[in-house]
């Protein structure tokens, strides 16, 4: 059985560049979360989907932004990179909304100079 | 105040010994806690989960949940070389928070 699958795995931007990163969950699962980790502030939320629709937001600034499709791959974008954005993004599958057995992808590492 | 809160460590432990990690939570509705183990440079990979008060065994690890005291604890038995990692908790409400992390060192 496949895992989640997180494309592309390295990625180098500059500032003010937009980035669309992407995500495959476990066959089956339907949901997807995203999350930041840096060394400095951990693993934070952004967001969650389920049957397309965004079911929870964190706090993060609307530069960051996501979608799912059909088929519950998974999408999210930012807009006009800061260095701040630099971080490791996460992707995580479960088969439902609220199911927190959640099985993450092997993460795609954002550099942004 | 952070929702999910953890010694960052380094917590070291001898080879064999017991490596006893702890975590609490603030919100009262988080209903299961989880806990990652995450190697340096890897993504976080699930080791236990726990819903109810008491303990769950499963393999080397212990899971222990004390709802009342909103405390989560992991014991790693036979500690080895290999347990070396960052050990997350998360707690689930809506959404999973997770803790900072404890980085764990097993001394041969």
């Known amino acids: 059985k496949a895992g989640v699958t997180q494309t592309p795995r390295y990625l180098i931007k500059t500032r003010g560049q937009q980035v669309t990163l992407s995500c495959s969950p476990i066959?089956?699962?339907?949901?997807v979360s995203w999350y930041q980790q840096t060394p400095g502030q951990g693993l934070q939320f952004l967001f969650e989907?389920?049957?397309?629709?965004?079911?929870n937001k964190g706090n993060f600034p609307g530069r960051f932004s996501g979608r799912q499709f059909s088929n519950s791959r998974s999408e999210m974008n930012v807009s006009t990179l800061e260095l701040g954005d630099s971080a490791l993004y996460l992707c995580?599958?479960?088969?439902?909304?609220?199911?927190?057995?959640?099985?993450f992808g092997q993460g795609t590492r954002l550099t942004v100079v | 105040q952070k929702e999910v809160e953890q010694n960052s460590g380094p917590l070291s432990v001898p080879e064999g010994a017991i490596a006893s990690l702890n975590c609490t939570y603030s919100?009262?509705?988080?209903?299961?806690f989880f806990w990652y183990r995450q190697y340096s440079g890897k993504s976080p990979e699930l080791i236990m989960f726990?819903?109810?008060?008491g303990d769950k065994e499963d393999g080397r690890f212990t899971a222990q949940l004390n709802k009342a005291s909103q405390y989560v604890s992991l014991l790693i038995r036979d500690s080895q070389p290999s347990d070396s990692a960052t050990y997350l908790c998360?707690?689930?409400?809506?959404?999973?928070?997770f803790g900072g992390g404890t980085r764990v060192l097993v001394k041969p």
């Open positions: 989907y389920f049957s397309e629709t965004q079911r």
């Open positions: 726990i819903y109810s008060n």
């Open positions: 995580a599958s479960s088969l439902s909304l609220g199911d927190t057995e959640a099985f």
């Open positions: 066959s089956g699962h339907r949901s």
């Open positions: 998360a707690a689930a409400g809506n959404k999973l928070t």
């Open positions: 919100d009262r509705g988080s209903q299961s």
